[in-house]
């Protein structure tokens, strides 16, 4: 019985894992229930045993891209030495986890209000542990004494407006640079003197 257990629940998770690499790439919101099980080679009822909806099933393929996502980024961070190392790795570690979603799934997602909420519930999630990395910073002496919650939320602006691909029109940076620039130019802005 455990085995069958742990089939299911890898059958499951090998669906999200593909759903989600669908979504990224394609984005979500021209695609119906038929279209998703067509690619997916499965059929509706099954897309159905994992959501509702496809409301539903979007919210929650999105809702574990975010927590993978985060896991990634925290196991990156979790390898650095130093505040300053800590921030740079933070912020590009962010940068390749998004690096998979598309051009067309970040549209989707900010167009689907659900979505766009998880987005805003992470991006801030994201700019109160830069804040904390700051603060962490601050205390260690590494850091000039800033206002951590400043430059978290220049941080998290600036990393708005990259998911956006705001920047990328702009300046011609794709994501990944972007986000080294943005930890590269807010930790010299906030090095302590001599460091």
Request: aromatic share 6%; proline share 1%.
């Amino acid at each position: 019985m455990d085995d069958t257990i742990g089939f299911g629940t890898r059958r499951r998770e090998d669906l999200f894992d593909r759903l989600l690499a669908l979504l990224l790439a394609e984005g979500f919101a021209q695609l119906g229930v038929a279209d998703l099980a067509k690619r997916l080679h499965c059929s509706k009822s099954t897309l159905y045993t994992l959501a509702d909806s496809k409301e539903q099933l979007v919210a929650k393929t999105v809702t574990q891209f975010f927590r993978t996502a985060t896991t990634q980024v925290e196991s990156a961070v979790a390898g650095a030495d130093t505040a300053r190392d800590r921030v740079i790795t933070y912020l590009i570690a962010v940068g390749d986890a998004l690096a998979p979603a598309s051009d067309a799934f970040m549209t989707d997602l900010h167009a689907f209000g659900p979505t766009r909420q998880l987005y805003e519930h992470n991006t801030a999630a994201a700019a109160r542990r830069v804040q904390q990395l700051i603060t962490d910073g601050v205390a260690a002496g590494e850091f000039r004494d800033v206002d951590a919650s400043f430059a978290a939320d220049l941080a998290a602006s600036m990393m708005s407006r990259i998911q956006r691909r705001e920047v990328a029109v702009t300046t011609g940076l794709d994501d990944a640079s972007a986000y080294r620039q943005l930890a590269s130019i807010l930790t010299v802005g906030i090095a302590a003197a001599g460091a």
